[in-house]
């Protein structure tokens, strides 16, 4: 059983920048991809970013290419999100996930989530 616990979530300004940490524990962790997605009020969860288990293969959504990047540390067991240019509208209960089966972009396809951390970035 894998689990993920998610910190660095906050307020920010508009053009702020946050680096969320995702940890992971289990036995089982070896091997998976991992993501993260995001999910405002009222609206659905939507895809941000994923990485391969060696990180050699990165996706981002549109929305945030050249202003977020994912990353991983395996001897940490934990991935990052660094969010540079923080705009309102990405502000959203971000989530980490394991483990895809599909799609990366596609929520229904990862195994494994964490609770969330709130992000919000002013105006």
């Known amino acids: 059983q894998v689990q993920l616990v998610e910190s660095g979530g906050g307020l920010v300004q508009a053009g702020g920048s946050l680096r969320l940490s995702c940890a992971a524990s289990g036995p089982t962790f070896v091997g998976y991809a991992m993501g993260w997605f995001r999910q405002a009020p009222g609206k659905e969860r939507e895809f941000v970013a994923a990485i391969s288990w060696s990180g050699g293969n990165t996706h981002h959504a549109d929305s945030v290419k050249g202003r977020f990047t994912i990353s991983r540390d395996n001897a940490k067991n934990t991935v990052y999100l660094q969010m540079n240019g923080l705009k309102p509208g990405d502000t959203a209960v971000y989530y980490c996930?394991?483990?895809?089966?599909?799609?990366?972009?596609?929520?229904?396809?990862?195994?494994?989530w964490g609770q969330g951390t709130q992000v919000t970035a002013s105006s």
């Open positions: 996930t394991a483990e895809s089966r599909g799609g990366w972009s596609d929520s229904r396809s990862w195994h494994y």
